[in-house]
């Protein structure tokens, strides 16, 4: 049965078991330790000879069945469940490098994701390339006698660039290299990379698949020995295991993910489209649009845009700044996916640990400008945006006929 559901009825219901007192919802399994009713019955668990719960930083039932939801969704062995977005990051570069190996990752990442590629994993003697993978054939050259991951987001984060993960699969599995794909944008929703040929999949919960801005989790969905090294060093020995109360309020947001990502997605769309044909916006930054280089791999890719974009006003930094200060019904705020619609400037907020020549590099300009579409109704999106462009249109309508 689990294996041939739609990902709108996985989202509900994989991963479930059966409540013994019939209860409808998962219970919360809200304890650290967990009693064994004899000294052979712990050994065993220990052990491995035995299944069922030690201590909640080994594994706890609740924690289990986000893990379990987020394997069917993404198609992979199985789940590890962590305390932010950056400590399944960081699980995945500390469980599966060593000091000496090499990895190679997209130019432009979330910002604290590249503040650990290009500070801390050097202090363990991790080697590490920033290359734009935009160009395949550059990232292939980069690739040394140590080299052992490529990793990359799509969309990324800022910009929303978007790259051929197929492609990316295909190279990796051709040089002998692991393939990881942070997932955050799209949602197994919108895109599934192991369907690709990716190796390693991973989010930040704490933005789409959650949905309602009250937790931080992320999550790596991965197969067979990276899974086992990741759960033993990453999770058992780093410890940066998820709360099972955080982990049951995923459980909930995650019934209505399929709701919210239709949503989001329209949302976005009808905002980039506003935007686009707008005279103050230079530049939208959005895979629903026919004019992004990323276009091409909506429907087979993705399948959906997602409800992240982001703009470039005709305007100087003082008046981009003007502008996000004159929003009303977007909260300035980091994150994303929430229910609220949400407005940042990456230079100076989720990407301020780039230093500016390599945010240049990066392709995340002073003046660039995110949003995250929320729930709310688009007429109400777009009359705060209008409002908010109108006196920049008017000084562009001054200029013109000056
Ligand atoms: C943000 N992003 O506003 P947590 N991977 C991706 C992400 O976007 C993020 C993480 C991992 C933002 C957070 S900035 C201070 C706020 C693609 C986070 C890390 O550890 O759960 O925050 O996820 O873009």
């Given at each position: 049965m689990a294996s041939k559901m739609h990902p709108e009825t996985a989202v509900i219901h994989a991963g479930h078991l059966r409540e013994p007192q019939g209860s409808l919802v998962s219970p919360l399994y809200q304890s650290a330790t967990f009693v064994f009713d004899d000294v052979q019955t712990g050994s065993a668990r220990f052990a491995g000879e035995q299944s069922g719960p030690i201590y909640t930083r080994l594994g706890n039932p609740t924690v289990a069945e986000f893990e379990r939801r987020m394997a069917h969704l993404e198609e992979s062995e199985g789940a590890i469940a962590f305390a932010s977005g950056m400590a399944a990051v960081s699980a995945v570069f500390l469980g599966l490098l060593s000091s000496g190996d090499h990895l190679i990752c997209n130019t432009c990442l979330y910002g604290c994701t590249h503040s650990l590629v290009s500070e801390q994993l050097p202090r363990f003697g991790i080697e590490v390339t920033q290359v734009d993978f935009a160009d395949l054939q550059a990232v292939e050259a980069a690739i040394r006698p140590n080299t052992r991951m490529l990793f990359l987001e799509s969309?990324?984060?800022?910009?929303l660039a978007v790259y051929d993960l197929q492609a990316v699969a295909s190279l990796a599995s051709r040089k002998g290299l692991t393939s990881v794909v942070d997932n955050t944008f799209m949602t197994p929703l919108l895109q599934r990379p192991k369907s690709l040929g990716i190796d390693i999949v991973l989010h930040s919960a704490t933005k789409y698949l959650n949905g309602h801005g009250d937790v931080i989790a992320g999550v790596v969905c991965a197969d067979g020995e990276p899974l086992e090294l990741m759960r033993h060093r990453?999770?058992?020995?780093i410890g940066g295991v998820l709360s099972p109360h955080d982990a049951w309020l995923i459980l909930r947001g995650m019934k209505t993910l399929a709701l919210r990502m239709e949503r989001h997605c329209l949302n976005a769309q009808t905002l980039a489209e506003f935007l686009e044909g707008h005279?103050?916006?230079?530049r939208v930054y959005y895979p629903?649009?026919?004019?992004?280089?990323?276009?091409?791999?909506?429907?087979?890719?993705?399948?959906g845009a997602g409800g992240v974009l982001a703009l470039e006003l005709n305007a100087d930094f003082d008046a981009a700044v003007a502008f996000v200060n004159r929003?009303?019904?977007?909260?300035?705020?980091?994150?994303?996916?929430?229910a609220e619609s949400l407005v940042q400037h990456p230079a100076s907020?989720?990407?301020?640990?780039?230093e500016a020549g390599d945010r240049e590099k990066a392709g995340i300009s002073d003046t660039l400008i995110r949003l995250s579409a929320g729930l709310e109704n688009a007429e109400d999106l777009l009359a705060d945006l209008r409002q908010a462009l109108a006196p920049l249109s008017q000084s562009n309508t001054l200029e013109e006929a000056l």
């Open positions: 969309p990324v984060n800022p910009h990453s999770l058992k020995d005279p103050a916006v230079t629903g649009l026919k004019t992004h280089s990323g276009y091409h791999l909506l429907g087979s890719q993705m399948g929003l009303k019904l977007f909260n300035i705020a980091v994150s994303l996916g929430d907020m989720t990407h301020a640990t780039y």
